[in-house]
């Protein structure tokens, strides 16, 4: 069976290069780009952002389950080592919470979006502020597994075959 599996490369994956970060990079920005959109509308009272806030957060909602999918099989192959481990794991875990909060937040705004698409709650606004601070958070642990750790990074692969990690 595993004969059927494509050889894995320099990066150690079976593709060209890793995708989970291109996903996520759509994430992080709709994600952070719905708070930003329904702050500046709550401020300057124009309720026309709050349709492009909750589009945002529907398409990233959406996105992250395919950034999971991707970081999980990447995560899998990446041979996590030394602190990489607990980090990654930490990673993995803060990424499924992000999809939990970010499906209940798109719920609770189709909610809102349905009684009153004119008005939102500083309860929601707030939710929002938590949503971005938990996004910078995962920015951060992604950062240090690649700038840090160098997983997935072909001088790191070749350490690891060669016995060196």
Known sequence: ????????????????????????????????????????????????????????????????????????????????????????NLHSTIGWSLAGVLS?????RYVIRSKDPHQLPLAFLGAGGLLSALIVLQVTLGNQLIWVYGLHTVPVVQAMRSGLV
Do not use: K
């Open 1 to 88: 069976m595993l004969e059927l599996l494509p050889p894995l490369n320099d990066h150690n994956l079976p593709w060209m290069d890793t995708i989970h970060p291109i996903v996520v990079h759509f994430v992080i920005a709709m994600g952070l780009i719905t708070f930003v959109f329904d702050l500046i509308g709550v401020v300057t009272r124009r309720p026309a952002l709050f349709e492009v806030s909750f589009w945002n957060l529907l398409f990233a909602t959406a996105a992250i389950f395919v950034a999971i999918m991707f970081g999980q099989i990447e995560a899998g192959l990446a041979n996590p080592y030394g602190a990489s481990r607990d980090i990654l």
């Open 104 to 108: 209940l937040m798109s719920g609770w």
